[in-house]
């Protein structure tokens, strides 16, 4: 099983700053990662898939690069409507495997 | 509107049986492979089971093979999964998931239900 790991955990950031997610693939994973971001009391929405594509609707100021083992997600200038939790998922192989989960917070 | 609909959900004692279902609209049902996805309170989210959009192909996390069971009617643009043996790590609310891409294998979950609900207790 390919184990994903996200970090950091939590990440505290203003209003208007970036914001840098990492997610690590215990193996390569190729360019067969998602990204969904999840607010309380909702289902996932897919926001990045095959690593750097943007899904349909997802605004500019998120974008996903990497590959094999190392993949990020940065949301340029966050807004607040971005506060949320936000999963990595490789779809490269089976099982199916998400990360842990980081929390984007208000700092 | 491409939506998922899911239902079935409720209270259950362990060792019981559920079958949820996903009605799908919007979109060529029997294009596309869907999943199930759980997501136990306050945690993340576990994939649990996938199906080709034939039906001919499943797929299943070791937690639950041999117990659950995975299934579509492209009839009906139906998803289903039935639940025997509910452990109390059941407990969780339950996703249909669309994959992204048509006939696709290796694609990322696109549109995603609102879930529904499973509890495990006596």
């Known amino acids: 099983e390919i184990v994903m790991t996200q970090s950091p955990a939590t990440l505290s950031v203003s209003p208007g700053e970036r914001a840098t997610l990492s997610c690590r693939a215990s193996?390569?994973?190729?360019?067969?990662l998602a990204w969904y971001q999840q607010k309380p009391g909702q289902a996932p929405r897919l926001l990045i898939y095959d690593a750097s594509t943007r899904a349909t609707g997802i605004p500019g100021r998120f974008s996903g690069s990497g590959s094999g083992t190392e993949v990020t997600l940065t949301i340029s200038s966050l807004q607040s409507e971005d506060f949320a939790v936000y999963y990595c998922q490789q779809y490269n192989d089976w099982p199916r495997t998400f990360g842990q989960g980081t929390k984007v917070e208000i700092k | 509107e491409v939506q998922l609909v899911e239902s079935g959900g409720g209270l259950v004692q362990p060792g019981g049986s559920l079958r949820l279902s996903c009605a799908a609209s919007?979109?060529?049902?029997?294009?596309?492979?869907m999943s199930w996805v759980r997501q136990a309170p306050g945690k993340g989210l576990e994939w649990v089971s996938s199906?080709?959009?034939?039906?001919?192909?499943?797929y299943y996390a070791d937690s639950v093979r041999g117990r659950f069971t995975i299934s579509r009617d492209n009839s009906k643009n139906t998803l289903y999964l039935q639940m025997n043996g509910l452990r109390g790590e059941g407990t969780a609310v339950y996703y249909c998931?669309?994959?992204?891409?048509?006939?696709?294998?290796?694609?990322?979950?696109?549109?995603w239900g609102q879930g529904t609900m499973v509890t495990v207790s006596s």
């Open positions: 193996q390569s994973v190729s360019s067969n």
């Open positions: 199906i080709s959009g034939s039906g001919g192909t499943t």
């Open positions: 998931a669309k994959g992204s891409m048509v006939r696709g294998v290796n694609d990322a979950f696109d549109i």
């Open positions: 919007g979109f060529i049902f029997s294009s596309y492979a």
